[in-house]
Each structure stands twice: as C-alpha cells, then as structure tokens.
C-alpha cells in the first residue's frame, strides 16, 4: 500500500508542478466550461429580421403582416415590392425569411376561395428556418380560422358552432425537457461531459508522455504495471471528481440548464465515466514519448466524438457500424447518460445499457492500461539490465 | 534558391523522420474525413423512432396514426398502454416523442361537442431531432383538421372540392433557399470537414516551429536558410502549405464529387482560395503563437483551443444574430467565421464573387500581423535562453 501511495503522489507531484498539465487539466476545463455556454446562452433568437411582399395590401394582408410581426420570432423589417427585391435582401444578410402575398388575397376570402401564401426561409440557419416556418403556420392558421369561422357564421352556424367546425380537433404540441427549445439547454450538457473526457484524456497523455521525457517511468520500472494503473487511476478521480461536480451543479445552476435526477444516480453515472476515461487516457499516455503528443493526435477529435455520439446528428442519419464504434469511446454512452438523467429526469434504471457500456468499457481499458504499463516497465527494465550487462563487460574488460 | 531548396529539404527531412507529426498532419485528418463523409452519407434524418398512445381505437385514430407514420421524419415504432410508458420510453432514448390520442376522440367529432384533442410531447433534449419532429407532427395535426372538417362539411352536403377550400383558406407553400433537399448535412458536413482541417493546420504548424525551439535546434534551422528568419519560415511552411491544400482539395473532391453537394457558386477557385486563405491564417495564428510564447506546449494547447472554438462562433451551429453582441465581436477573432461566410456565400448562395473579398481580406490580417512578428520569432530562434522550455 506504501507503494501505491507513492506513485499516487509522484502523479499529483507531476500534475500540480507541470504549468502545462494544469493549463488543460482545470484551466481549460474552466475556461470551455465557462465560454462555451457564454456562445450560446441566448438560447433562442428571438425577433430575426425578415421581410414581406404584400402585393394585395388591404385590411387582411396587412393583418396577416402585423400578425407574423407579433409573433416573438419574426420581425417584419421590410416590405419589398417584388420577390426579386426580396431575394437582395436575402443575400445581403439584411433578412433571414420572406413571406409572400400574392395579389387577389382578399378578394379571394370574400370569394370563398383557397388562397396560397409563400414562405422563402433560409435553409442554411436550421434553427432560424424551423421557428420561421413555425411562426408562419401559427399566423396562417390563426388567420385561416377567422376567415372560416366569418364563412361558417354567415352559412347559419353561431359563433361556438362555427369555431368546433373550423377546428374540429383541437390539438398542441409541446416540447418536453427543454420547453423553449433552447440550443444550450440541449447541447451544452454533452459538451461539457465530452470536454471533460477530452481534457482527461490529453492531460494524463501528456504527464505519461512527460515522464518518458524525464525518465520519471524508471524510478518505477520495479513496481507492478497493475498497481502502477491503479494508482495513478486514484490520482486522477480525485482530481476530477469534484471538478465534475463543480461543472454540473454550481455551473450548471449558473447557466440555469435542468437540473433533474438525483445526485447519487448521477455519481454512479460519473464513476465509470471517469474510470473509463482515465484507464484509456493511461493507455495512451503509456504508449506517448513526447509531452506534446496527445495534443497533436487527441484535440482534432473532440468534435468528432460529440457527432458520433448521436446529440446532434441523430444516429438514425448515420450508418450503424459508425455509431456503434461510436460506443468504444466513453463520452457517447456518457452523454447519453448524462442527458436523460440530468435532462429528462431519469434515474439509473433507464440508463442501464449506458452504465453496463461504460463498465465494460472501463474493464477494457484497465486491461489495455495494465498492458501498454507493462510494456513501457519491462522495456526499462530490459534496457536497465543491457546497461548493467555492458557495465559489468566493461569492468572485466578493464 | 540553394539555400530555400536546402531548408525545403531539411524540413521534409523532420518530417519524415517523425512517426508522430505524419500521423497528426496526414493518417488522422484523411480518417476523419472519410468517417465524417461517410456519416453524412445519407444527408437527411428520416424516420425517427415516437411512440403513440391510441387511447380511441377507432377508424379515425388510426387514420391519425398513419399520417403520423407518413411524414419524413417520424416513424411510429411503440404503440404503448400509459402515457406514462411513452414518457418512459422517451427517457430510455427509444423513442423521441409521443402522441397522445385520448379515447372518445372518433366520437366527440362526430357529436361536433368541441371536446376532441389530441396532443403531442417532443422531447427538447436534442435540438435537432426535436426541431424536426415538432414541425412534421403539427403539420400533421393541421392537416388532420382540415381533413376531418371537410368531411364534416361533405356530411352537410358541401362538396369535397369547396369544402376543403373552406376547411383550409390559407394554404401556404414553404421554399427553402440555398438548400434545394433541406439537408442540414450540406451546411454541418463542410462545417466539420474544414474545422477538423483548421485544427490540424494550427497544431502541426505550432509543432514544427516549436520543435525547434523545444529541441534547440532554432539556430540550425536559420542557418540552413542563410541567416534570413524570412526564408527559413517561408520554406519551413511551404510544404504543409501544399499538404494542406491538397487535404482541402480532397476534401472538396468528397464534398462535391462524390457526396453531391449541389454547387451554386459562379467560380469555384474563389472556394480554393478561400481554402487557401483559411489555411494560411491558422499556420499564422500558430506562428504568432510561437513566437509571442517561445513555449511549443502553451502555444498548442491555445492554438488547439482556438481552432475547436471556431466552429461554435462561426454561427453556423449557432446563428450570429442571436449572439450576445460581446460574443458575435469575439467571433470576428476567429479566421474560420469569415471562410464558412464565404463558403456559403459563394458555393451555396451563388453570391457574386466580387463579395468574397472582404473575408479573404480579413484573412489576409491574420497573415500581416505574422509578418509583423517575424523579428521577434528571430530573436527567439537565436537565442538559445528560448530553448528546451516545455
């Protein structure tokens, strides 16, 4: 136990006297963890410009304008006189939607006839052209069941009468778990867990590929690769142990993202989240020779990861075989099951797969920890042995 | 010219010689790329997994239900017993939304007693499923009212054709601009290929610049170039300059070639050098970096951070009007906010490419203000004070 003490230390001694180490550690950790939710904190966009083509211009278009100007999404910014004019202002940036009234528009209400209104919105900004097209078809509906309900009175029917007619099924959709359909409140979470993993695993390469560097790995070419695994396994949970908790409770409260599920479902959670991603982060900082190494291979993946694990892009648009290579890298399972207990307010039952996942995941990379350790001892050992072999030649040689 | 081509070799030489930077600069971003083109493969999300909870079992829910399952996006893979089990499945990550039919629904229509509804919960927890879903299902309740009330109408007597009218007197028509299939993978896909080529251009350049800080080779490597600090960058640089572009060109090739990415633009070497001006104004970030520094290891972890965070102030996950004005300010920092504007400016807009200069402009600072500090990476090259930091 002694033994297992000291590299525990030696480890903290490397993390705490390396500028470097700590920089991606808990800086970075505190900086992304602060910035990245700053970026998106507004959650929503809230009144976007955009443009309208009344070319009807009487009492009902220009209500069907002042309507979608009411709406908290749109802003009705300009009125253009053609669809070519509109388009300009499209691609100069000045207007992220169009909505088009055709000529004719009121005569055709009083006529009883169908008339056909266009949006034009922008499909670059997904979430700018889902809440203009939602705030559209709030506007026209609205409208359409006045113009219904005007047609249904004038045929006989009383005011009650004729609004169940025009529609005869009431109905609404809401948005469960993130009711304003905030960007943060949905993405904020797995990134920060996915940062987590990615500045675990870069910091613990870089301390590996640090003692490498510094021959720090000889003093302990004796000791057992197991305990050498273990112990700088502790080392590095109870470093980030807190720190999780610091980012998902204070942060997460600062930010205001849901805060449901209960605290021990969420540690049972981060237990082999963290493991896992410590044992992989030995394995690699077992296998660098350079300080820098683990930042040039592991900082290009960070983005990758988010992707794979299916938060933004749905794993119903990709491939299986990508998603389900997807799970051999802790932060998909954990970022499921960070989101559906934090988020959702699920407990451990319903994240079972996750946890099972990121168990075995852990024991796998324990096992690849022990073994790249194993590797790095007997070859200091082997080459502590050449060099007590040539030592000795050399003296007989004298 | 001896003398560039000398330190021209001397670098292809390092290169060579490093396991690691050929893995870093070449075998990862080439993987990624074809993990990314292959995961957007298909471009659009379809049929996503919601369950229904059909508490009428009658004709008209059913026919409720099949339209539900018509639509693009949603796909109706439980039918459960309990609203309580839809909410159930939702929080176990099988379903992602649920549609609540209560029982009388068939009924109540036909007593025309106002008391028929049915509802829809979507859960927000991933913006873009919910995005979509929440657009497909109201459209689908709309359209099932005006479907229901023109057969109402037609029980009166009303014909079909004038009922419908009747039931739907705005009918509108959605255009998306500049995305002719509504595929969010033509604006994420490009996004992600060029920050995974950004990230490599920042680490790799702050790798061969700091190396030789770090090895104490800084002097060597000015002297090989004859003294001139200019030429020992410019011919240490220019070999990534071309690895990268050829990175970016092959990433174009799999973009328009092979995923087909429609190009609307009207010159395409406007985008080759956008790439090209991309490219050059991370490798100066990396040198400015360097050279500030003198610290290889400081000057990744930034330069590492800084080009991850391109993407998300870019606006192109998060639009920039909706920024707070400090943070869309911020954003003008980054090289990356003016490529992924000229980008969809000129591929996707068919803007004119008279437009492009601005942002090609503004990349160009990042190149000047490196030029700027030439003379400090010189004095830091030289003396060796600089040397064996970590």
């Known amino acids: 136990m002694k033994r297992f003490w000291k590299i525990t230390k030696t480890e903290f001694i490397s993390i705490f006297k390396d500028g470097g180490a700590m920089l991606i550690l808990f800086g970075a950790m505190l900086i992304y963890g602060t910035l990245y939710p700053l970026i998106y904190a507004p959650q929503v966009v809230r009144e976007f410009p955009v443009a309208v083509v009344d070319l009807d211009n009487t009492p009902p278009s220009r209500k069907l304008v002042r309507m979608l100007d009411a709406t908290p999404q749109a802003d009705v910014r300009y009125s253009a006189q053609s669809l070519d004019e509109a388009k300009a202002l499209f691609l100069d940036r000045k207007i992220y939607g169009v909505l088009y009234i055709p000529e004719g528009y009121e005569k055709r209400i009083l006529a009883g006839e169908q008339n056909h209104v266009s949006l034009y919105a922008d499909g670059g900004y997904f979430l700018l052209y889902s809440d203009f097209l939602g705030a559209v078809g709030a506007v026209v509906g609205t409208a359409g069941a006045e113009v219904q309900v005007g047609t249904l009175m004038a045929g006989g029917l009383n005011r009650q009468q004729a609004e169940w007619t025009a529609m005869p099924v009431a109905y609404d959709v809401d948005m469960l778990y993130n009711p304003y359909g905030g960007y943060a409140t949905a993405i904020l979470p797995p990134v920060l867990i996915l940062i987590a993993q990615q500045l675990l695993l870069v910091g613990i390469g870089m301390v590996g590929g640090t003692w490498y560097e510094k021959g720090t790995w000889r003093k302990f070419r004796d000791y057992s690769a197991t305990r050498l695994t273990f112990a700088k396994a502790t080392a590095y949970l109870f470093l980030y142990i807190p720190l999780m908790l610091y980012i998902f409770s204070f942060q997460y409260k600062f930010f205001g993202y849901p805060m449901n599920g209960n605290h021990v479902d969420l540690l049972l959670i981060f237990l082999p989240y963290l493991l896992s991603v410590i044992f992989l982060g030995l394995t690699l900082g077992a296998l660098f020779r350079k300080r820098e190494t683990s930042m040039m291979m592991l900082i290009v993946t960070s983005v990758f990861f988010l992707i794979v694990s299916g938060i933004s892009w749905p794993k119903e648009g990709m491939p299986e075989w990508i998603y389900a290579l997807g799970r051999m890298v802790p932060s998909s399972s954990g970022i499921d099951a960070l989101v559906r207990i934090r988020t959702m307010g699920g407990s451990l039952s319903d994240v079972v797969p996750e946890a099972v996942t990121l168990w075995a995941l852990t024991g796998v990379y324990g096992l690849t920890a022990v073994l790249a350790t194993l590797r790095r001892t007997r070859e200091l050992q082997a080459a502590a042995e050449k060099a007590r072999e040539e030592r000795r030649r050399e003296m007989e040689e004298q | ?390």
């Open chain 2, 1 to 390: 010219m001896g003398l560039f081509r000398d330190s021209i070799k001397r670098e292809i030489r390092r290169f060579g010689r490093s396991r690691m930077l050929v893995t870093a600069a070449i075998i990862i971003p080439v993987t990624m790329t074809v993990l990314y083109v292959l995961m957007f493969w298909k471009g659009t999300v379809h049929n996503l997994p919601v369950a229904v909870f059909d508490g009428d079992k009658t004709e008209l829910s059913r026919q409720l239900i099949r339209m539900v399952n018509s639509t693009p996006t949603a796909h109706v893979a439980v039918h459960v017993e309990s609203i309580e089990q839809g909410r159930q499945s939702m929080v176990q990550g099988l379903t992602n939304a649920l549609i609540v039919i209560p029982k009388g629904l068939q009924a109540d229509v036909l007593a025309g007693n106002g008391g028929a509804q049915v509802s829809a919960e979507v859960s927000g927890a991933r913006i873009l499923n919910s995005g979509l879903l929440k657009r497909d299902i109201t459209t689908v309740f709309q359209a099932f009212n005006i479907g229901v009330e023109t057969q109402l109408l037609g029980a009166k007597g009303i014909p079909a054709a004038k009922g419908y009218a009747m039931a739907y007197p705005i009918a509108f028509e959605k255009h998306v601009l500049f995305n002719p299939y509504g595929s969010y993978a033509y604006y994420l896909l490009p996004g992600l290929l060029f920050l995974a080529l950004v990230i490599t251009v920042s680490v790799v350049t702050v790798y061969v610049v700091g190396s030789e800080l770090k090895n104490g080779t800084a002097a060597a490597w000015v002297a090989t170039a004859g003294g001139s600090i200019t030429r020992a960058l410019a011919a240490k640089l220019a070999p990534y300059v071309l690895l990268f572009t050829l990175l970016s060109l092959f990433m174009n090739t799999l973009l328009y070639r092979f995923m087909g990415m429609p190009f609307h633009g009207q010159e395409a070497i406007i985008l080759v050098l956008g790439n090209l001006f991309v490219i050059l104004a991370y490798m100066a970030i990396g040198v400015i970096l360097v050279a500030v520094s003198a610290n290889m290891r400081f000057s990744l972890s930034v330069a590492g951070g800084l080009a991850t965070a391109s993407l998300s102030f870019c606006g192109l996950t998060f639009p920039a009007i909706g920024m707070y004005p400090t943070i869309a300010a911020l954003a003008k920092l980054f090289p990356f906010t003016y490529f992924i504007d000229l980008f969809i400016e000129q591929s996707l807009r068919g803007a004119p490419p008279a437009r492009a200069l601005g942002d090609l402009a503004a990349m160009g600072v990042f190149v000047l203000v490196m030029a700027a500090l030439v003379p400090r990476l010189k004095k830091v090259a030289l003396d060796p004070k600089y040397y064996g930091k970590d």
